[in-house]
């Protein structure tokens, strides 16, 4: 089986996760995690034995050039970073959620990969990501008719890294809870900084792009203990589509999973950084991969398996 070489870009709550699904895969050699300086020497059991470099020159001196590079900050810092790689000819896995900017980066990180003959795989987690291929093979099966995604109950992960960072705010944790039909209000619990106010920290939460187009609730807990109670990493979707094959009409659909959020992002990344190594250059979304390129094995061996 041909293998791979991955290098993990950050020790959040996504890169640790990937971390576990790189030495779990069983053609990926995860060559280590890039982190910050000052973050070196901690949370040493996220990293299960791996080294841990300050740089991605640091890494390659020591492990050699990785085919792969997984980008694990924060949703908002991806851009600028795939951007970067790219132009140096690294190919790299994402998962950059923020669904309006998608279109717009996908061109920024096309143009970027095309210069440096590199491959992205942009927005690959579950939502968008694996949901993404759903929603299309939902269209391709009824292709008139409406689809409704409904997410949660459960944490995600980027409207709480989006909480984290307003003014003001300690630390946050998002809940989403669906209403039906594709709508869902977001239930904040944040940890105040000392001297602010829970009206003036909720109303800096509303402003940002990430909660402005939802309902919203911000409750305050006292303390990271407290806090803890509401960080479950449970999520999950339940999709919804009715529509039309031809013109047979009254197809209903139904995609239903209830998921640890980030150990789920974290596989598709995986499973992606091994696509990676076998597209053409360019900045690529999960719909537009086949899905063979994202399983182990050999192509005939796969095809007897699956079809």
């Given at each position: 089986?041909?293998?791979?070489?991955?290098?993990?870009?950050?020790?959040?709550?996504?890169?640790?996760?990937v971390?576990?699904a790189?030495?779990?895969?069983?053609d990926?050699?995860c060559?280590?995690?890039?982190?910050?300086?000052?973050?070196?020497g901690?949370?040493?059991?996220?990293?299960?034995?791996?080294?841990e470099?300050?740089?991605?020159?640091?890494?390659?001196?020591?492990?050699?050039?990785?085919?792969?590079?997984?980008?694990?900050?924060?949703?908002?810092?991806?851009?600028?970073?795939a951007?970067?790689?790219?132009?140096?000819?690294y190919?790299?896995?994402?998962?950059?959620?923020?669904h309006?900017?998608?279109?717009?980066?996908?061109?920024?990180?096309?143009?970027?990969?095309?210069?440096?003959?590199?491959?992205?795989?942009?927005?690959?987690?579950?939502?968008p990501?694996?949901?993404?291929?759903?929603?299309?093979?939902?269209?391709?099966?009824?292709?008139?008719?409406?689809?409704?995604?409904?997410?949660?109950?459960?944490?995600?992960?980027?409207h709480s890294?989006?909480?984290?960072?307003?003014?003001?705010v300690?630390?946050?944790?998002s809940?989403?809870?669906?209403?039906?039909?594709?709508?869902?209000?977001?239930?904040?619990?944040?940890?105040?900084?000392?001297?602010?106010n829970?009206a003036?920290?909720?109303a800096?939460?509303?402003?940002?792009d990430?909660?402005?187009?939802?309902?919203?609730?911000v409750?305050?807990?006292?303390?990271?203990?407290e806090?803890?109670?509401?960080?479950?990493?449970?999520?999950?979707?339940?999709?919804?589509?009715?529509?039309?094959?031809g013109?047979?009409?009254?197809?209903?659909?139904?995609?239903?999973?209830?998921i640890?959020?980030?150990?789920?992002?974290?596989?598709?990344l995986?499973?992606?950084?091994?696509?990676?190594?076998?597209?053409?250059?360019?900045?690529?979304t999960?719909?537009?991969?086949?899905?063979?390129?994202?399983?182990?094995?050999?192509?005939?061996?796969?095809?007897?398996?699956?079809?």
């Amino acid at each position: 089986m041909k293998k791979f070489t991955l290098a993990v870009h950050s020790l959040g709550n996504i890169g640790s996760r990937v971390v576990e699904a790189a030495l779990a895969a069983p053609d990926c050699q995860c060559l280590g995690v890039i982190r910050r300086a000052d973050s070196l020497g901690t949370r040493t059991q996220a990293l299960r034995g791996l080294p841990e470099y300050a740089d991605l020159a640091s890494l390659e001196a020591a492990q050699g050039r990785p085919d792969v590079i997984a980008l694990c900050g924060p949703s908002r810092s991806i851009p600028q970073t795939a951007e970067a790689l790219l132009r140096k000819g690294y190919n790299c896995v994402d998962s950059f959620d923020v669904h309006t900017d998608i279109p717009q980066s996908v061109m920024r990180l096309d143009k970027a990969a095309h210069e440096g003959g590199a491959v992205s795989i942009t927005a690959a987690g579950w939502d968008p990501g694996t949901d993404s291929v759903m929603r299309a093979l939902f269209e391709a099966m009824a292709p008139t008719g409406t689809t409704f995604t409904n997410f949660g109950r459960g944490r995600s992960m980027g409207h709480s890294v989006a909480a984290r960072a307003i003014a003001g705010v300690e630390d946050a944790v998002s809940i989403t809870i669906p209403l039906g039909g594709g709508r869902h209000s977001r239930l904040v619990y944040v940890v105040l900084k000392a001297g602010e106010n829970l009206a003036d920290v909720t109303a800096r939460i509303k402003a940002d792009d990430y909660f402005a187009h939802d309902p919203l609730e911000v409750r305050q807990c006292k303390d990271r203990q407290e806090l803890a109670f509401a960080a479950d990493q449970s999520h999950g979707v339940l999709m919804e589509r009715t529509g039309a094959s031809g013109m047979t009409d009254n197809q209903i659909l139904k995609f239903d999973m209830r998921i640890n959020n980030p150990a789920l992002t974290a596989q598709v990344l995986v499973s992606c950084a091994r696509a990676a190594t076998r597209m053409e250059p360019g900045c690529h979304t999960l719909i537009e991969v086949p899905p063979i390129k994202l399983l182990p094995g050999e192509r005939m061996d796969i095809i007897s398996r699956m079809v």
